[in-house]
């Protein structure tokens, strides 16, 4: 999974180099350079950094190294648990190495864990069938026409609300649960969508 992400990373990142070399006449110090290509990124500033996003690589990094540790495959949903406690803690810790993202770690501490989450809850084994799976399969085939499109519509309505009401600068709890709103919304969105996209499949595959 790493390699899946540093690979693309990797090669949008060497792009930023050379562009800010050739268009910006901007260098960077060799050990910047090097600390970015490890995807060690302890600030996220627009004016000074190559790209002030990709201090989420870094905790996604966080993650990725910790899941082998504490992953059980028969109670995943503990090792969630697990990473949020850990995240929470490094938050709480704040070490001075990342003091200037802290509260962008502090955003995210649920993210992660609760992507495993639904992960777990939707995973179907070979052989078996999952029960909230086939239950939201069950929903989105009975719904009625008026029933089904009053969900849909009400799910975009709660996307293009917290979407434009992020709460971004203002406290951390609305900060979280206007993301997790918005990403809920969206899976509830495209679990229940009766129209299959193979431009958006194939999109999705390749990102």
Sequence with gaps: RMIKVFIPFWIALVGFFILDALVLQRMYPAAYIARSLLGFFPRADMADDINSVYWYITWLLFYYLLLPLVFMPQRPWLSALILFVLGQGLVLWNPQPIGLVTRLYQVHTVAFPLGMLLAWALHEPKGSHNALAQKLKSVRDNLTGVAYFTIIAL??????????????GQ??????????????????????KRVESRMLALIGLYS
């Excluded at 799910?155 to 971004?168: L, N, Q």
Aim: net charge negative.
């Design 155 to 168: 799910c975009m309505a709660v996307i293009a609300y917290t979407s434009y009401d992020s709460g971004i």
């Design 171 to 192: 406290s951390i709890y609305k900060e979280q649960l206007m993301s997790m709103l918005t990403t809920l919304a969206l899976v509830l969105l495209f679990a229940l």
